[in-house]
């Protein structure tokens, strides 16, 4: 027996849609019936076309149109949207997942690297969700922001990062409250380590990536990095099942943020004498 599609007929945005996790949400939208509108940055392009095609050529049920678009000019963000509508009629959900994350120690860090992506992480998020809003208001539809694990835990040297997710998590709360009067739903998804382009490019830095990926894998209770189709699935239920839910995160980590681990030097060479001391700790004494 036909499995029912889950968004079939309904009019998706995803950004940064041509690799990683972006790609998978695209695909599955796509395989759910769904008419996806996904874009890049221009040097994407030829990527994207491939992908509209290939997807096309698929015989699927879902429908592909790619756009250039660069997230970061406003004015790109409202041909987008503009793009979506005229084509599809109306707006279903708006998927903002384009971004970007690298290392800096704080020594290291500007004031205009940060500024640069916290435009790219944050603010696009936020004129992307406002000049979609109109649309969603009409067909009480949703948005899902990619947010992160890093952005309740931090982590180092990504400071630049790790807030700018933090602040995604904080905005979609923010802005749920405000869309609740329309029947617009606002939720986040905060991935942990899933194996991404991205991810692979950090292990290759190293001397020995294989190590690096164990040492990745080791994070989680689970034991493995998550898949960019375990993601899309996450968003997918957001989208089309989480009816009850806004102002929801959902953690998506394989439980690496459960249970204490080591975090100071101290830790696994800690003597019975060290520990004696630390029970007799008084700071009011000091």
Request: glycine share 10%; hydrophobic share 35%.
């Amino acid at each position: 027996m036909a499995t029912s599609l889950r968004y079939q007929g309904k009019v998706v945005i995803v950004t940064g849609g041509t690799s990683g996790i972006g790609l998978a949400i695209v695909k599955e939208f796509f395989c759910q019936g769904a008419n996806v509108v996904f874009c890049s940055r221009a040097q994407g392009a030829q990527r994207g076309q491939e992908i509209q095609r290939e997807l096309q050529a698929s015989g699927g049920p879902g429908n592909a149109c790619y756009q250039v678009c660069d997230v970061c000019k406003e004015s790109d963000i409202k041909k987008l949207i503009r793009v979506a509508v005229e084509c599809y009629g109306c707006l279903d959900c708006l998927v903002n997942n384009a971004g970007n994350a690298y290392k800096e120690s704080t020594d290291e860090l500007t004031a205009q690297d940060f500024k640069n992506l916290m435009e790219l992480n944050v603010v696009s998020y936020l004129l992307l969700s406002k000049y979609a809003l109109p649309y969603l208001r009409q067909t009480k539809g949703n948005i899902v922001n990619m947010s992160s694990l890093h952005g309740h835990l931090g982590l180092k040297d990504l400071l630049s990062a790790v807030t700018s997710k933090g602040a995604v998590t904080a905005m979609t709360k923010s802005l749920a409250i405000d869309e609740s009067k329309y029947g617009v739903r606002v939720n986040s998804i905060s991935p942990g380590n899933i194996w991404t382009p991205l991810l692979e490019r950090e292990a290759n830095r190293f001397k020995d990536p294989r190590a690096v990926i164990e040492e990745f894998e080791s994070y989680q209770l689970l034991g493995r990095l998550g898949t960019p189709k375990e993601v899309a699935l996450g968003v997918l239920f957001l989208a089309a099942d989480a009816t009850f839910c806004t102002g929801l995160d959902l953690v998506l980590s394989g439980g690496a943020e459960i249970g204490f681990g080591t975090k100071s030097p101290m830790g696994p060479n800690c003597s019975p004498s060290d520990l004696g001391n630390l029970v007799d700790y008084d700071p009011c004494k000091q």
